[in-house]
């Protein structure tokens, strides 16, 4: 049962990260709830004020500036599913949107309250740190750029203050000749493994200039995987084709898989590796003129 609670609602960054400050941990910031009033109806979380972050202007504009595009935290899944700009540039991150939780949750469920509720089994973060995703994150008295790689911390776990409000993701455009892929499989609600992958191709030589592995959901928060990367950088598409099952099985290895009610330890360690060399293919093509 959801127990009493107050809710603020402030009209602008610096009110709520104020009310946060001033009331601590009884206090938390209310997006979408999809996470957060199921938590507090579970029992879970108890709080006795929420602030409600929607009135603030802007926190849902969606923009391409100087070859960046910024994602306002408020933005839903449903509107990162069906903007145009977003389905142009960024086709991978529409499609992994699309396939996000059921679409009531999707119609509600912001990219900020994903993101901040580090919950180990979801979509976002993995492809985010792919795509070299920077978070802007605001309070009363200072503004501060977070790479991804940074975020977070452990499950459920974020390296956001306390009065911190998570206000934007910054993306840069992804170059030429360059394909990303991420690819999810699951049997419950939430995906059990979930591998994203970055390709640039080198245009003269058609070797991969650029490489980033990312996998989610087998254990506690998302993570590069940066020796597979080093192992197929610089290789053109018939070396890294031999490599890539060695590749997988540094990623399986470096997950940091546990056995949990998504699946074992060994199975999810089996998906990874099926998962990044389907992403490799589906990627090398994507990188194709
Ligand atoms: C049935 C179900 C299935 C799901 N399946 C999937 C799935 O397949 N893949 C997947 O990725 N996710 C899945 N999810 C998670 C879903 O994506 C999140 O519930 C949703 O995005 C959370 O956003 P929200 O705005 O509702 O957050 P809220 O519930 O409002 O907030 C979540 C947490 O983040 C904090 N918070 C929110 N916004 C901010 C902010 N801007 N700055 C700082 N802190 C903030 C809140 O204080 C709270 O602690 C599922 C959820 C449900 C309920």
Redesign the pocket.
């Known amino acids: 049962m959801l127990r009493r609670f107050r809710l603020e609602e402030p009209e602008s960054i610096q009110d709520a990260s104020d009310l946060l400050a001033r009331h601590g941990e009884s206090a ?11 938590a507090m109806k579970e029992g879970l ?1 108890h709080c006795e004020r929420l602030i409600n ?1 929607k009135k603030i202007p802007d ?1 849902d504009q969606v923009k391409l500036k100087d070859g960046t595009i910024h994602i306002g ?2 933005s839903t ?1 449903r509107e990162l599913c069906c903007f145009p700009l977003l389905q142009e540039r960024l086709p991978a991150l529409v499609e992994m949107e699309r ?4 679409i009531r ?1 999707r119609e ?7 993101l ?2 580090a ?1 180990p ?4 973060g993995t492809l985010l740190l792919v795509l070299g995703a920077k978070l802007i994150a605001e309070k009363t008295s200072s503004k501060r750029e977070i790479p991804m790689e940074r975020f977070f911390v452990d499950a459920y776990e974020t390296c ?1 203050e306390p009065d ?4 934007e993701v910054e993306l840069p455009l992804p170059p030429g000749r360059s394909g990303v892929t991420y690819l999810k499989f699951g049997y419950l ?3 059990s493994v979930g591998v994203a992958l970055f390709l640039a191709l080198d245009g003269a030589k058609k070797s991969i200039a650029d490489v980033r592995i990312a996998v989610g959901c087998a254990g506690p928060t998302p993570r590069r995987i940066e020796e597979a990367e080093g192992l197929l950088k610089g290789k053109d598409f018939n070396e890294a084709s031999r490599l890539i099952a060695r590749a997988g099985e540094i990623a399986a290895h470096q997950s940091q898989a546990i056995s949990d009610l998504h699946g074992s330890q060994d199975y999810k360690e089996h998906i990874v590796q099926v998962l990044l060399k389907r992403a490799f293919h589906h990627a090398y093509g994507q990188c194709q003129p």
Request: proline content about 5%; hydrophobic content about 45%; overall charge negative.
């Open positions: 938390k910031v209310y997006a979408g709830g999809t996470e957060l009033l199921l979380i972050i926190l935290a408020l899944h396939n996000v939780a059921n949750v509600v469920g912001t990219i900020g309250g994903n901040s509720f919950e089994h979801a979509d976002p956001l911190e409000i998570l206000t609600e939430r995906p």
